[in-house]
Each structure stands twice: as structure tokens, then as C-alpha cells.
């Protein structure tokens, strides 16, 4: 039971490349999020998916999209990168959306 | 959203019981009081949860005064291992759901041997 998994864990972009960061739950879990982390402050949620085919909108989506592919997997898509999207990825989990949420272990990017 | 105020570090010796405490002054009715733990390049971890009065499990207690304006997580005989950020959530998780809740900046333990 590998819990929330993401790839890749480090990634250098350069301005306007495009790039996919993966996540899956092997928990059965039903709702996923992506959040980002910059230095030296609190998590913010890009997006989420309450349940298989849907998706909504967090604090900050902007420059982002996100597919929930199946049950186990939800991509976070980076079209145009820029460098105010260099931060640390984390995507979470929980049975449902009132549950404990599982974090996975992050992705490093940044975008020069 | 109920905003949350911890402090924003704190050192500790081994062995001694840490208490941080976090405001939350316009807390909602229907809102728990969440805290996680952070490990430098980790993702959060859940510790604890809790809506009035006292919890507590095998890895902290939550104090939480009868007005929940403020709670207090006591962590019992630090070691290094606890070095890390912990964050204080406040948000309806129990109806509305993760989704809505907010992290802050937490609060830096620095355990000191």
C-alpha cells in the first residue's frame, strides 16, 4: 500500500514549456487535491475533485488545469509555465471530502 | 473562512511537553479544529482533530476552551523527531469538507537536544 504516490519529484522548466505532474492513490480513495506550497508559507489549493468526474476550482487555479482521469488518478497540467509557478506540488487524498486527507510526498518545480 | 493566528516558531529541549497554541477568534459553529504536522520536504500529516473540550490519541492532545476561540496542542516529551511545522486548520471538515479549510504558515518546532 504505497498511499499517495506523485511524479516526478524534481522538475526545471523553462518559461512558456507545458509539463503533466502525476498523482495516485492506491486507498480507494474518492476525493483528490492539488495544492502548492511556496517557501516559507502555508499550503494553497489549486484545484480538487470531490468525486470521479468532477473537478472544481480552488484558491489559485489560474495557469493550471487538471484532469481526473479514473478513481486512482488526478494530473495537474502546467500549459505556459512561469516563473511565479516555481513552488512545491502536493497532492492529497481522503475516502471523502469531510475524511482525514493523505498527502503524497511532493513535487519540486521550478521554472526559470 | 475562520482565520487562524500560532506563533510563528518556538525551540524546545528533549524530553520537555511543547504547547502551541493557535487563535481562532471568528470560528464557526459548525467548524473542527484540525492540526498537521510537516517534515522538511514532506507532505502534511494529520495529528489530530477535534471540536471542544479535550482529545487526545496515541501522538498529542487537543485542548480546546468552552468559547473555542483559541486551542492548544500539547505534544508530551519531544524528541528530535519532532522537529517539523504544525499547522492549525479551523474549518467546517465535518459537513463542508477539506476543500474548504485553509492552511497558514504554522508554527516552526525546533526540538534542541
Known sequence: NAGVTQTPKFQVLKTGQSMTLQCAQDMNHNSMYWYRQDPGMGLRLIYYSASEGTTDKGEVPNGYNVSRLNKREFSLRLESAAPSQTSVYFCASNLGVTDTQYFGPGTRLTVL | ?113
Open chain 2, 1 to 113: 473562512l475562520a482565520k487562524t493566528t500560532q506563533p510563528i516558531s518556538m525551540d524546545s529541549y528533549e524530553g520537555q511537553e511543547v504547547n502551541i497554541t493557535c487563535s481562532h477568534n471568528n470560528i464557526a459553529t459548525n467548524d473542527y479544529i484540525t492540526w498537521y504536522q510537516q517534515f522538511p520536504s514532506q507532505g502534511p500529516r494529520f495529528i489530530i482533530q477535534g471540536y471542544k473540550t479535550k482529545v487526545t490519541n496515541e501522538v498529542a492532545s487537543l485542548f480546546i476552551p468552552a468559547d473555542r476561540k483559541s486551542s492548544t496542542l500539547s505534544l508530551p516529551r519531544v524528541s528530535l523527531s519532532d522537529t517539523a511545522v504544525y499547522y492549525c486548520l479551523v474549518g467546517d471538515t465535518g459537513s463542508g469538507g477539506y476543500q474548504k479549510v485553509t492552511f497558514g504558515t504554522g508554527t516552526k518546532l525546533q526540538v534542541i537536544p
